[in-house]
């Protein structure tokens, strides 16, 4: 199974920079993506805002120019979850969760830490490490894709030392993402692959942090239910494909949709 997760930064602008074609070429299972910024019912009936072959799921924010969140997979899933059931958490369609037989593939799209949201986002990321633990009880297992804001390590930012204070890589964030990792049991699927290799997503405009060259961020990612962490074949964003100012992660899993993962 390959899944390909991206913070589009607006699916109409995507498309326009060729974001379709590039995903056809790719040959994925499942598509996440995250800040897509239009509504479904627009996009939904024309192809051109998807891959051939695959079912577009989405769940939209009330402000169609911000947040909206989409699932697109070529294998039906038994059932689609969208939202964490809060309207203040929900209101920028931030959660959307597809469930195949043993495993569900999350997109989803955080409040960003800096300092206007950071309030929701508080409140977002306790809801949503309530929700995290919950699943981690159930049988099947789980993948959550999406821009979570945070760069757990100094390799995860270019330029780290000048960040220590700069939200998404502050003690308190990098400790929360630490907390799904090693606390609650979930990995990080691109270091599965790479364990202490430089990679980055995330590559800001000058006025970010009041910096003149802030340099680039890890902050999208796959975290996987520490079960099948070592079914990650293979993993890699794709730094020569940028849409905005986001690059993919495509991520391959010896996992088959529709076949029991623990077979």
């Known amino acids: 199974m390959r899944i390909i997760s991206l913070r589009c930064n607006g699916l109409i602008s995507a498309v326009k920079q060729g974001l379709t074609e590039w995903l056809l070429s790719k040959d994925a299972d499942v598509i996440c993506l995250q800040d897509v910024r239009v509504r479904g019912n627009k996009v939904i009936d024309d192809e051109r805002f998807y891959p051939n072959g ?3 799921f989405f769940f939209e924010g009330e402000d169609e120019g911000k947040g909206g969140v989409a699932i697109f997979t070529r294998h ?7 939202g964490l059931g809060s309207y203040d958490l929900d209101r920028d369609g931030r959660y959307i969760q597809a469930d195949f037989d043993s495993v569900s593939i999350v997109s989803i799209l955080l409040p960003s830490p800096t300092s206007d949201e950071r309030k929701i986002r508080d409140a977002f990321i306790k809801s949503l490490e309530t929700w995290m633990r919950k699943v981690r009880k159930k049988r099947r297992h789980f993948i959550f894709c999406g821009d ?3 760069a757990a390590r100094t390799l995860d930012v270019e330029k780290w030392h000048q960040h220590h204070e700069s939200p998404g890589f502050t003690k308190d964030d990098r400790h929360w993402l630490d907390s799904l990792l090693s606390g609650i049991g979930y990995a990080d699927a691109f270091r599965q692959v790479f364990i202490n290799e430089p990679a ?3 590559f800001p405009e000058a006025e970010i942090f009041n910096m003149p060259n802030p340099g680039a961020w890890r902050t ?3 975290l996987v239910s520490q079960e099948i962490s070592s079914r990650v074949l293979a993993a890699g964003y794709v730094t020569k494909r940028l849409f ?6 495509v991520v391959d899993y010896d996992i088959k949709l529709g076949i029991d993962s623990d077979s």
Do not use: I
Request: charged content about 25%.
């Open 54 to 56: 695959f079912s577009p």
């Open 76 to 82: 039906a899933p038994k059932a689609v979850m969208r």
């Open 148 to 150: 979570f804001g945070v």
């Open 200 to 202: 980055y997503s995330w």
């Open 220 to 222: 999208d990612l796959q």
């Open 244 to 249: 905005d100012d986001r690059v993919p992660l």
